[in-house]
């Protein structure tokens, strides 16, 4: 069976340390599915990222992820140049707004995204239902068969003070999500990712309080209130298996904005046990809407961390915008 020329990134790290134990099978299956390979790991953050855009400009025609979450992240983000955010970008009264409709530059549009789960959380993977184990997954890779999916960009204030523009392939938050990715990742992921994400998002509730806000919406609504979280869901899980976003489609063009609005104590106590099972759209001040732009901007000096595909990388005001058909994703 042809295959695509293909470019693999691992991340030795993800999965507690289960890319590196356990890479010497891993690999015979690649090359089992595979006719032409190559392979390079990640030294650090941000590397995955440099390693595919210089397999795209080498002439690689897929790229395949091999790690969590984070990992995935990472190498889409390569799929595009780098955006220079004081040319697209500019932060007028408190948000950032978006100039002459700006997207980012792929690299290769014909380029294709593949991707192994081995990390943590795995809610990419439970989206697009590649619930299977590594040699099922990794047998996916093999043919030339794809399907055009949709990718969230987002623009937001960075650790280090100016505008930085990140991608997303599945969820983006604003609110506890972003103070629980900063827990999660910082504790050690061998119980695996309910249990690490549950663990994170309990101890985060005792300190959270809900945090002034003002959300726009496609530029039609305006929101203004104290929000537990507000969700720009491209897919449907986060947080390890949160049903966050039931029916968000990744090719339908639209994000699913699910808002948790100033949720008394009582009401957010139990709520990460609701949203499992996808019960939390009954609660009052839960509502959800479609929308293709949405913007945030902190009110009364709050501090508003950002959760993008389970990293956080900054914080608000912060701009989210969907890319339709924005990348080809490896299939069966």
Same mark, same amino acid.
């Given at each position: 069976?042809?295959?695509?020329?293909?470019?693999?990134?691992?991340?030795?790290?993800?999965?507690?340390?289960?890319?590196?134990?356990?890479?010497?099978?891993?690999?015979?299956?690649?090359?089992?599915?595979?006719? #032409?390979?190559?392979?390079?790991?990640?030294?650090?953050?941000?590397?995955?990222?440099?390693?595919?855009?210089? $397999?795209?400009?080498?002439?690689?025609?897929?790229?395949?992820?091999?790690?969590?979450?984070?990992?995935?992240?990472?190498?889409?983000?390569?799929?595009?140049?780098?955006?220079?955010?004081?040319?697209?970008?500019?932060?007028?009264?408190?948000?950032? %707004?978006?100039?002459?409709?700006?997207?980012?530059?792929?690299?290769?549009?014909?380029? !294709?995204?593949?991707? !192994?789960?081995?990390?943590?959380?795995?809610?990419?993977?439970? #989206? !697009?239902?590649?619930?299977?184990?590594?040699?099922?997954?990794?047998?996916?890779?093999?043919?030339?068969?794809?399907?055009?999916?949709?990718?969230?960009?987002?623009?937001?204030?960075?650790?280090?003070?100016?505008?930085?523009? %990140?991608?997303?392939?599945?969820? $983006?938050?604003?609110?506890?999500?972003?103070?629980?990715?900063?827990?999660?990742?910082?504790?050690?992921?061998?119980?695996?990712?309910?249990?690490?994400?549950?663990?994170?998002?309990?101890?985060?509730?005792?300190?959270?309080?809900? /945090?002034?806000?003002?959300?726009?919406?496609?530029?039609?609504?305006?929101?203004?209130? /104290?929000?537990?979280?507000?969700?720009?869901?491209?897919?449907?899980?986060?947080?390890?298996?949160?049903?966050?976003?039931?029916?968000?489609?990744?090719?339908?063009?639209?994000?699913?904005?699910?808002?948790?609005?100033?949720?008394?104590?009582?009401?957010? $106590?139990?709520?990460?046990?609701?949203?499992?099972?996808?019960?939390?759209?009954?609660?009052?001040? !839960?509502? %959800?809407?479609?929308?293709?732009?949405?913007?945030?901007?902190?009110?009364?000096?709050?501090?508003?961390?950002?959760?993008?595909?389970?990293?956080?990388?900054?914080?608000?005001?912060?701009?989210?915008?969907?890319?339709?058909?924005?990348? /080809?994703?490896? #299939?069966?």
């Amino acid at each position: 069976m042809p295959s695509f020329r293909t470019f693999v990134i691992a991340n030795p790290q993800s999965g507690a340390g289960s890319v590196k134990r356990e890479w010497e099978p891993v690999e015979r299956l690649l090359r089992a599915q595979i006719e #032409t390979l190559d392979i390079a790991f990640t030294e650090g953050p941000g590397h995955a990222t440099l390693l595919a855009r210089e $397999a795209l400009k080498a002439g690689w025609e897929m790229v395949v992820a091999v790690g969590g979450d984070g990992t995935i992240n990472e190498v889409v983000n390569g799929f595009f140049e780098k955006t220079d955010t004081k040319e697209n970008f500019t932060l007028e009264d408190g948000f950032i %707004r978006r100039q002459d409709k700006y997207l980012p530059t792929p690299i290769n549009p014909d380029a !294709v995204f593949g991707f !192994v789960p081995m990390g943590t959380g795995g809610d990419f993977r439970r #989206t !697009v239902g590649a619930m299977g184990g590594v040699n099922e997954t990794i047998k996916l890779l093999g043919g030339t068969n794809f399907r055009q999916i949709d990718l969230g960009h987002s623009v937001y204030v960075s650790e280090r003070g100016p505008l930085e523009f %990140r991608t997303f392939v599945n969820v $983006a938050s604003g609110g506890i999500g972003g103070l629980v990715d900063r827990m999660t990742n910082s504790m050690w992921k061998g119980l695996g990712g309910k249990l690490s994400f549950g663990l994170a998002s309990s101890v985060t509730w005792f300190k959270y309080q809900n /945090r002034p806000l003002t959300v726009r919406i496609d530029d039609l609504e305006e929101l203004q209130d /104290r929000f537990f979280n507000v969700v720009i869901a491209n897919g449907e899980y986060f947080g390890g298996g949160m049903w966050v976003a039931p029916g968000a489609q990744l090719d339908d063009g639209k994000f699913q904005v699910v808002i948790f609005s100033d949720l008394p104590r009582k009401e957010s $106590a139990t709520l990460i046990r609701k949203i499992y099972k996808a019960e939390h759209l009954g609660i009052e001040g !839960v509502s %959800r809407r479609n929308a293709t732009t949405v913007a945030i901007r902190p009110e009364s000096n709050s501090t508003l961390f950002l959760d993008l595909d389970g990293e956080s990388p900054g914080q608000a005001p912060a701009t989210f915008f969907m890319h339709p058909k924005a990348i /080809r994703l490896k #299939t069966a």
